[in-house]
DNA sequence: GCATGATCATGC
DNA sequence: GCATGATCATGC
């Protein structure tokens, strides 16, 4: 006999302001029990996710494909913050539904499993401690989200991305770098859970739908200054129907209201029926190719020092019609822009150098969250110049790039051969240039005094990642 | 103060 | 000429 739930959970707003309790507090504040219990105990290392739905709103957690509130439309969702200086940021990715690769390729987005499941999300952002138990983690937000439609165009542009390599029989070579906002990430314990797809033999590493943390960080400010958009409940009804798309999504950017980033909402305007976000920053850029970066400067009323290292980024900005200091895009969309130069003969002089390598905390990376492996996945946005008869660097073309699939195996033995180096506590063998494992190890730091500490507490100098200029080469061409 | 993106310098 | 080591300007 179960006893009436506190809320009704048919009813959006009952649900909201019944969850809405749970802000400033934690779990424990709701259960009748004693901290050295030895149940809630065992129960305070379980998932927080569901723990909630069961102790909370009186849930048995399931893996239904349904959304956990399925008569109200909406899908439960816990995800850790952390505290960065005086604000808090997303801690990881918030992961969905595992793609059944053998049934998502079958539908169309607005009738796919991520969306009948995820339109509409109850959004519980709590503040991560790993000195406490998870009953005790403090509810910082609380929040029903809805997908603003300029953000929604990306998702589906995602999705199809997703689902794309599927068809093509690629799901092994999904990367989380394919997409923008909606990933793909690695959902199991390790590289061995894989997954059959329907049109390959190959096995696929099993993967779920995620929005990633720098996604998550943007939904976090909109929550966190009360600004948040919510989109008209009609607005987002035809999103929901099954039914084809009454009107064309690229034409509603008019109908959007404040809370909005402008240039988001400029960026959508200039869509162009079909094109996908990435085809708009390669088109923006396409007009200015040849121009030097003094052609750009003053085309653009920049004053820029030419030595000043972020002079590509200001001028990429501008580019992209962004007066601010980024492209809201690339920074949910966690994208990497790198420029490079080409020499006037096309060789490629320099590498590409990525962070200094912990070595505290290598030794107890594994690959799949180091840190090598997130950045190497990422989308890359490369801007490549290149040096004309006088010298001058001209812009020659922009590339969205992903690392594929067999270079990230390669990838993955020299991040195997790093580690286990720092481990035996060797810092003079990494793997060089002149090894060809598309990366290698060499110095970055302030002069060779610059010293980092390891874990077994002598010092040596810091080095970092690089990709190698060969491998970039190959990349642009 | 220091990591980062990027480039310079040297020695084989 | 290239691989490797070293360092610079800037922003956070």
Not at 4 to 15: A, Q, R, T, V
Not at 143 to 157: C, G, N, V, Y
């Given at each position: 006999m179960q006893?009436?739930?506190?809320?009704?959970?048919?009813?959006?707003?009952?649900?909201?302001?019944?969850?809405?309790?749970?802000?400033?507090?934690?779990?424990?504040?709701?259960l009748s029990c004693s901290k050295d219990d030895a149940m809630v105990v065992k129960l305070g290392?379980?998932?927080?996710?569901?723990?909630?739905?069961?102790?909370?709103?009186?849930?048995?957690?399931?893996?239904?494909?349904?959304?956990?509130?399925?008569?109200?439309?909406?899908?439960?969702?816990?995800?850790?913050?952390?505290?960065?200086?005086?604000?808090?940021?997303?801690?990881?990715?918030?992961v969905f539904n595992i793609i059944n690769y053998m049934e998502e390729h079958k539908t169309m987005f607005r009738t796919s499993s991520f969306w009948k499941k995820n339109a509409e999300l109850l959004l519980l952002f709590y503040i991560h401690d790993k000195e406490q138990q998870?009953?005790?983690?403090?509810?910082?937000?609380?929040?029903?989200?809805?997908?603003?439609?300029?953000?929604?165009?990306?998702?589906?542009?995602?999705?199809?991305?997703?689902?794309?390599?599927?068809?093509?029989?690629?799901?092994?070579?999904?990367?989380?770098?394919?997409?923008?906002?909606?990933?793909?990430?690695?959902?199991?314990?390790?590289?061995?859970?894989?997954?059959?797809?329907?049109?390959?033999d190959i096995p696929a590493m099993q993967r779920a739908f995620s929005l990633k943390?720098?996604?998550?960080?943007?939904?976090?400010?909109?929550?966190?200054?009360?600004?948040?958009?919510?989109?008209?409940?009609?607005?987002?009804?035809?999103?929901?129907?099954?039914?084809?798309?009454?009107?064309?999504?690229?034409?509603?950017?008019?109908?959007?209201?404040?809370?909005?980033?402008?240039?988001?909402?400029?960026?959508?305007?200039?869509?162009?029926?079909?094109?996908?976000?990435?085809?708009?920053?390669?088109?923006?850029?396409g007009n200015y190719i040849g121009w030097s970066e003094s052609d750009l400067m003053k085309h653009f009323d920049l004053k820029v020092n030419l030595e000043a290292k972020n002079r590509y980024n200001v001028i990429c900005n501008r580019i992209m019609g962004v007066e601010g200091k980024y492209i809201e895009e690339f920074v949910k969309g966690d994208i990497e822009m790198k420029t490079i130069i080409l020499e006037y003969n096309g060789s490629l002089r320099e590498s590409m150098s990525f962070q200094q390598i912990k070595y505290k905390e290598i030794i107890y990376e594994e690959w799949l969250s180091s840190y090598c492996y997130e950045t190497l996945t990422k989308r890359f946005f490369i801007v490549v110049f290149q040096r004309d008869e006088q010298r001058v660097p001209r812009l020659l073309k922009v590339l969205f790039w992903t690392m594929p699939h067999e270079d990230l195996a390669?990838?993955?033995?020299?991040?195997?051969?790093?580690?286990?180096?720092?481990?035996?506590?060797?810092?003079?063998?990494?793997?060089?240039?002149?090894?060809?494992?598309?990366c290698h190890v060499r110095p970055k730091a302030r002069n060779a005094q610059d010293l980092m500490e390891t874990a077994s507490g002598t010092f040596e100098k810091k080095k970092a990642y690089w990709l190698n200029n060969a491998y970039i080469k190959s990349i642009i061409s």
């Open positions: 006893s009436p739930l506190p809320y009704d959970k048919g009813d959006k707003n009952s649900i909201l302001t019944y969850a809405k309790l749970l802000e400033n507090r934690s779990l424990r504040t709701f290392k379980g998932s927080l996710g569901n723990m909630v739905e069961e102790f909370y709103f009186g849930y048995r957690p399931n893996s239904d494909a349904q959304a956990v509130f399925a008569d109200a439309g909406i899908e439960l969702k816990t995800s850790p913050l952390k505290r960065v200086g005086k604000e808090f940021v997303s801690k990881e990715r918030l998870s009953l005790d983690y403090e509810f910082k937000y609380v929040s029903l989200w809805r997908f603003p439609e300029t953000d929604l165009k990306i998702i589906i542009d995602d999705w199809n991305t997703i689902v794309r390599k599927i068809k093509e029989g690629r799901a092994h070579e999904i990367s989380e770098g394919d997409t923008l906002y909606l990933g793909a990430c690695t959902k199991g314990a390790t590289k061995a859970s894989v997954r059959q797809q329907p049109f390959s943390s720098k996604y998550l960080n943007y939904i976090i400010k909109q929550i966190a200054s009360g600004m948040h958009h919510v989109i008209d409940e009609g607005e987002y009804a035809y999103l929901l129907s099954e039914s084809p798309l009454p009107r064309d999504l690229y034409e509603s950017a008019n109908n959007l209201e404040l809370g909005h980033a402008v240039a988001a909402v400029e960026s959508l305007r200039a869509y162009k029926n079909g094109q996908t976000f990435e085809e708009l920053v390669c088109e923006r850029f390669v990838a993955e033995r020299f991040w195997e051969n790093t580690k286990a180096n720092i481990l035996n506590g060797d810092f003079n063998n990494f793997v060089k240039l002149s090894d060809n494992m598309i």
